[in-house]
């Protein structure tokens, strides 16, 4: 059953309040907690035990599939593998997240491998927050990778956030596109105190007329650390982005390494990339409407976290 | 409503390794009386948008001080100084992400509903509607976000407004509206007025014009009496427009 941390880990995490309509997979503590189908997605246990496969079937419009995890026990390191398969035509929501809650000083944490198949045509909107909470002191990891496979004409819109209370992240994203396939990653990542972040993304334009667009948003207060890896990588006519900023609070630090390859002489890459403070023209604005430096600050975060 | 006593605005300089110090604004006296449009103009870096910012507390004085309504506020933060009913629209605006211009409008205002943000947006009339729910980011043109800026300011209802060149980038069809909508905000409230602008009709619109050249008030009064000062300055694009006569087109 959930219990109150559950339920708040469930609602900052997925946006759930009580159970979802349609499809659902809620892991908790490593173990399935309750599962739903519906009749054009399906979920079911891999053969290894190790994740879950999530099918759905050609042609399903509107539809949602919440996957969240949440962990709350003491010392457990839980690592799960799912596989989402999106047939032709698709056009689906998936709301994954993790949420950890701390309560000793033992350490927990949650890798979650996430493969997507998307299929021709097919479109997939997939949201993911990972947060950590409460008042325990061991730390809290959370390692996510994507990878993500475009067919032809398939396209893919991944909102990836990390909002609090997470010690240590890995964060790996990589994607394949096929022809006429587009992708969008926009990554947010906020870190504290001693917290250290890492996200590595790779993206392949294998097919003519792909096109992907990565945005990194990274917000280091305190004295955390968070470091940036994006390589697009053109193996055809295609169109690539890279859109990385960093906002350093307190003693925050940031290294951000865009990188572009163009393995074919129509490839289009662009990237462009800031590191720095909050400009001081947004806070003196944002003063001038009456709010306080404070105010100021915690507003331009979150806009730009948004 | 607004007295300038002595002000100084200095910074550090060094010339070849000599250090010394330059008077951006160089002893200013001057007051503003409630409910008056007054046009500040002068050659391009005289200072016009130094003076405005150390009135809005965005720089800090030097030396002197600035009344309002009767209150030395030279020591009042900008927020305070806003929440005290001065309100500024900067010469080159700040450009944010994620951040909305019905966010700054709530800010300015206080206000969330939406039937009421769009009364405010159809008071102001110089941005359409569909503008409320768009970032104010890099992506928007030069005149967009001065219509936003200077709507922000009309929105707070201040006591005393500041816009800094609210005309540049904004087309010709808008200029007109503007200043007929910021002479109704004088005789609404009466808001006192000060625009910092090199444009006719700003000018012409003025009960009081002031010249800045170097730091100083080089002139201050009306349009007629203030010609000759503006030919001999060479404020560009006035007399570029009418070469110096006012009656020209
Ligand atoms: N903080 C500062 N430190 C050093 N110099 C400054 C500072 N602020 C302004 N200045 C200088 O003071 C001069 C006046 O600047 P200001 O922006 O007030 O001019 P302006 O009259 O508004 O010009 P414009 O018509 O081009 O807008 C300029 O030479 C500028 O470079
Ligand atoms: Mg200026």
Known sequence: ??????????????????????????????????????????????????????????????????????????????????????????????????????????????????????????????????????????????????????????????????ISGVDEANRVNEAILGPDSL??????????????????????????????????????????????????????????????????????????????????PDAELTHEASIGKIASDQLTKLMSLGLTYDQAVNRIIQGFLK | MLEL?????????????????????DGINFTFEQGKFYTVTGPNGSGKTTLAKLIMGINPISRGAVYYEGRDISSLTITERAKAGIAYSFQQPARFKGITFRDLLTMATGIEDEKQLMDIIFHVGICPMSFLDKEVDAKLSGGEIKKIELALTIAANPKLAIYDEPDTGIDLWTIGPMVHLLKKEISRHPTTTIVVSHNRVFLEAADVVLIIDKGKIAFSGDLTDALPFLTDLNVCTYRDSCGGNPDAE
């Open chain 1, 1 to 162: 059953m959930l219990n109150n941390i559950d339920k708040q880990l469930l609602k900052t995490v997925a946006d759930m309040e009580g159970l979802p309509k349609g499809a659902y997979n809620i892991r908790k503590n490593g173990k399935l907690l309750q599962r739903q189908t519906s009749a054009n997605i399906d979920i079911e246990t891999n053969a290894e035990g190790t994740g879950i496969i999530v099918t759905i079937k050609p042609g399903t419009k509107n539809e949602s599939v919440h996957i969240p995890v949440i962990l709350s026990e003491a010392g457990l390191y839980d690592v799960v593998y799912n596989a989402f398969i999106i047939g032709e035509d698709a056009d689906v929501t998936i709301i994954a997240g993790c949420g950890i809650h701390c309560g000793t000083s033992a350490p927990e944490g949650h890798a979650g491998i996430h493969e997507f198949q998307v299929g021709n045509n097919a479109k997939v909107s997939y949201v993911e927050k990972h947060f950590g909470a409460g008042e325990g002191t061991g730390r809290r990891t959370l390692n996510p990778t994507t990878k993500i496979f475009l067919a032809k004409g398939a396209s893919a819109q991944m909102e990836l956030t990390q």
């Open chain 1, 183 to 264: 992708l969008l990653i926009t990554e947010r990542v906020m870190t504290e105190g001693a917290q250290t972040a890492i996200s590595t993304n790779n993206i392949i334009l294998q097919e003519a007329n792909s096109r992907a667009n990565m945005i990194s948003r990274s917000v280091m207060k305190g004295n955390s650390k968070q470091t940036f890896y994006a390589t697009m990588d053109a193996r055809a006519k295609c169109f690539g982005h890279i859109e990385c900023d960093a906002i350093i609070m307190d003693n925050g630090t940031n290294e951000t390494m865009p990188s572009l390859k163009a393995g074919h």
């Open chain 2, 5 to 25: 006593k002595n002000l100084y605005f200095t910074v550090p300089i060094s010339d070849n390794g000599n250090s010394g110090e330059r008077n951006i604004i």
